[in-house]
C-alpha cells in the first residue's frame, strides 16, 4: 500500500496564478484533511471532508477551495495565489475509531509551494 | 492564538541525556495525541492518550495525560540520535488541534 501520496512534492507560483494540489489514500479511509505548516505556527487545518461530496472549513479555509468526488482523492485548488500560501501542504486521511473518540491521522509526505 | 502551547520551542541535548518536553492548553481534550516529524516527510503517530492520569511508555518514551485532561507531556530516557525529530502534540475534539511543536536535536 502507497498509504496517503501528494502530487506535486514542490511548486513554484507568481502572484495570481492558480494551481491544484492532489491528495490520494488508498486505506479506504472516509475522513480527509488538507493542513498548511509554516514555522513556529504547527499545523492548521485549512479544510477537510467526512465522506465522498462532502467538504468543510477548517480553521485558515481562505483562498483554498477543495473537492472530494471520489472517495480515494481530495484536491486542493488555489485560485489566484498569493505569497503568503507559501507554505507546507499536508495532506492527511483517516478512519474514525469508534469508542476510544480518537482518530489516526495518515499524512502525505508534504507539497512545499512557494509563491513569489 | 495557538489553542495548544509546547515548550520549550528548541530543546539540543547530548546523546544518553534524558529529555521532556510539555504540551498545556486552556482547553479540555476528550483525548491527545503525539506525532514525530522528521524533515520533508509528514508527522507521524506515536500514541494517543484518552483517559485522564493515564501514562503510556514506548520503549524509551514515557506519555502522560494530565488528569484534567488539558495537559501531556513526553519524557525520553538517554536519547539517541534517531530520536531527533519535531514533536508535535495534538488535542482531539471532533477534529485536531496541533501545538506549534517541539524541535529536538539529539548530538552524538
Known amino acids: 500500500n502507497a498509504g496517503v501520496t501528494q502530487t506535486p512534492k514542490f511548486r513554484v507560483l507568481k502572484t495570481g496564478q492558480s494551481m491544484t494540489l492532489l491528495c490520494a489514500q488508498d486505506?479506504?479511509?472516509?475522513?480527509m484533511y488538507w493542513y498548511r505548516q509554516d514555522p513556529g505556527m504547527g499545523l492548521r487545518l485549512i479544510h477537510y471532508?467526512?465522506?465522498?461530496?462532502?467538504?468543510a472549513k477548517g480553521e485558515v479555509p481562505d483562498g483554498y477551495n477543495v473537492s472530494r468526488l471520489k472517495k480515494q482523492n481530495f484536491l486542493l485548488g488555489l485560485e489566484s495565489a498569493a505569497p503568503s500560501q507559501t507554505s507546507v501542504y499536508f495532506c492527511?486521511?483517516?478512519?474514525?475509531?469508534?469508542?476510544?473518540?480518537?482518530?489516526?491521522?495518515?499524512f502525505g509526505p508534504g507539497t512545499r509551494l512557494t509563491v513569489l | 492564538t495557538q489553542l495548544l502551547e509546547q515548550s520549550p520551542q528548541f530543546l539540543s541535548i547530548q546523546e544518553g541525556e534524558n529529555l521532556t518536553v510539555y504540551c498545556n492548553s486552556s482547553?479540555?481534550?476528550?483525548?491527545l495525541q503525539w506525532y514525530r516529524q522528521e524533515p520533508g516527510e509528514g508527522p507521524v503517530l506515536l500514541v494517543t492518550?484518552?483517559?485522564?492520569?493515564e501514562v503510556k511508555k514506548l520503549k524509551r518514551l514515557t506519555f502522560q495525560f494530565g488528569d484534567a485532561r488539558k495537559d501531556s507531556s513526553l519524557h525520553i530516557t538517554a536519547a539517541q540520535p534517531g530520536d531527533t525529530g519535531l514533536y508535535l502534540c495534538?488535542?482531539?475534539?471532533?477534529?485536531?488541534?496541533f501545538g506549534a511543536g517541539t524541535t529536538v536535536t539529539v548530538r552524538a
Open positions: 492527511a486521511s483517516s478512519s474514525w475509531t469508534s469508542g476510544s473518540g480518537a482518530d489516526t491521522q495518515y
Open positions: 486505506m479506504n479511509h472516509e475522513y
Open positions: 495534538a488535542g482531539i475534539d471532533y477534529k485536531l488541534s
Open positions: 482547553s479540555v481534550f476528550s483525548s
Open positions: 492518550v484518552v483517559t485522564g492520569g
Open positions: 471532508s467526512v465522506g465522498e461530496g462532502t467538504t
